[in-house]
């Protein structure tokens, strides 16, 4: 893969002698450096195009520029915390975050767990701010993988035991009735909304065709069957992993981010996700994106970032 070859040419020493499970802050200094060097050859990838063919600007390039998993001031390697709102919950239930070091994205984990308190809710809030989310498995690898930090992620909130996961982009505040929520994720495999932008038309299907000579190859899916393929949009994800469906979701789209391919696309994570869901016939709820709103509402500086 073109990507990884560049990471070898680049930096042969970190590749080689980096254990994978156990970086150090130096490793993923080093490992960031290769990423922001690296951003260039991503970024074609993003590009979509409306149903007559026009190229349409979206906001992913800056985000993938953007984002650091280092920080200067960071003193130890980060890792998850946990924090129990209410006064407890028989079932093993939370709240996943996930945001790297920079812009305000640090400063909402804080603000999406006061609105939880304020709501009422009852259960867990599991959280990381920096760094690689879940250590395991050789999850390292995915770090230049567009938004591959979400699926490992949601490998450690299953490796943990949870039964019911709902996992919230750090720009959304929760403002629904967070039971209700829960309850859903109860009933299904997975709880997602749709995505009214949808980018599988024919103009986008064949830039995936032929910008990325691997995707095919690895879905194994024909053009025509990628076409009626509904586009889930995951800024918002419930996650019932007492269902054997959910949990093989999950599994193969980790897999998928280490290997990088599927997420080389506008809609990166949200491709494998909606792939995997149609593909494994999930049990999912899925929800009218323009009802979001009346749950999950943006933070107030996300419009100035689109």
């Not at 650091?68 to 079932?91: A, I, M, T, W």
Request: glycine share 4%; net charge neutral; proline share 5%.
């Amino acid at each position: 893969m073109r990507w990884y070859l560049f990471i070898i040419i680049l930096s042969f020493r970190t590749l080689y002698t980096l254990d994978w499970n156990h970086p150090t802050l130096d490793d993923l200094k080093t490992l960031q450096e290769i990423y922001i060097n690296g951003c260039d050859e991503i970024v074609p990838y993003f590009d979509t195009y409306d149903q007559q063919g026009n190229r349409v600007l979206n906001h992913r390039p800056s985000r993938y520029r953007n984002y650091r998993f280092y920080s200067d001031e960071l003193q130890e390697v980060p890792s998850f915390k946990l924090e129990h709102l209410g006064q407890g919950n028989p079932k093993k239930q939370c709240v996943l975050l996930y945001c790297g070091t920079n812009g305000p994205y640090k400063h909402c984990i804080r603000l999406i767990i006061n609105a939880l308190e304020k709501l009422g809710y009852e259960g867990d809030v599991l959280y990381q701010i920096g760094g690689w989310p879940y250590l395991q498995e050789d999850s390292l690898r995915a770090f230049r993988t567009p938004y591959g930090f979400k699926p490992c992620a949601c490998m450690e909130a299953m490796k943990r035991g949870y039964d019911f996961v709902l996992w919230l982009d750090t720009v959304l505040i929760p403002v629904g009735n967070m039971d209700q929520i829960f309850n859903e994720i109860e009933k299904n495999d997975i709880m997602i909304y749709n995505d009214c932008l949808s980018f599988f038309n024919p103009f986008n299907l064949y830039k995936i065709l032929h910008f990325s000579e691997y995707l095919t190859d690895y879905l194994k899916v024909s053009p025509k069957k990628m076409l009626t393929i509904t586009h889930l949009n995951t800024a918002v994800i419930g996650l019932n992993f007492l269902r054997e469906k959910t949990r093989n979701l999950v599994n193969q789209w980790f897999e998928m981010a280490k290997d990088g391919i599927p997420f080389l696309y506008a809609s990166v994570d949200q491709l494998p996700f909606s792939y995997l869901t149609k593909k494994l016939n999930l049990q999912a709820l899925v929800l009218s994106i323009d009802t979001r709103p009346d749950r999950f509402v943006n933070h107030s500086f996300y419009s100035n970032m689109r």
